[in-house]
Nanobody
Framework: QVQLKESGGGSVQPGGSQRLSCAAY????????VGWFRQAPGQGREKVAT???????????SSVVGRFTISRDNTGTVSNGWFLQMTNLKPEDTAVYYC?????????????WGQGSQVTVSA
């Protein structure tokens, strides 16, 4: 059973940048999908970015395209890790961000969720 651990998050001013990291521990298939989701207070969970585990095929929601970048961590720090680089952050980006893995990028069947990282965008 794969386990996901997130790091990063915190408070940032509007227009600022922040990077979230997600590390996987345990078996994961290179053809599985990794996604970043977010959930704001009182709202449902929104899928914002996905990528194939091996690092190809990035896709984004319309709310973050051009501002967020999902990528594979090739620094060697972890065996399997991914980043969500967020730029030009807006107050409406405030949410708890989760990484997750699934067999397919529709995330119909989720393998694992991270613990969540709070991102707060305010002046």
């Amino acid at each position: 059973q794969v386990q996901l651990k997130e790091s990063g998050g915190g408070s940032v001013q509007p227009g600022g940048s922040q990077r979230l990291s997600c590390a996987a521990y345990g078996y994961i298939n290179d053809r599985d999908c990794v996604g970043w989701f977010r959930q704001a207070p009182g709202q449902g969970r929104e899928k914002v970015a996905t990528i194939i585990v091996e690092g190809r095929g990035a896709q984004y929601s319309s709310s973050v395209v051009g501002r967020f970048t999902i990528s594979r961590d090739n620094t060697g720090t972890v065996s399997n890790g991914w980043f969500l680089q967020m730029t030009n952050l807006k107050p409406e980006d405030t949410a708890v961000y989760y990484c997750a893995t699934a067999r397919t990028c529709d995330f119909q069947f989720v393998n694992a969720w991270g613990q969540g990282s709070q991102v707060t965008v305010s002046a």
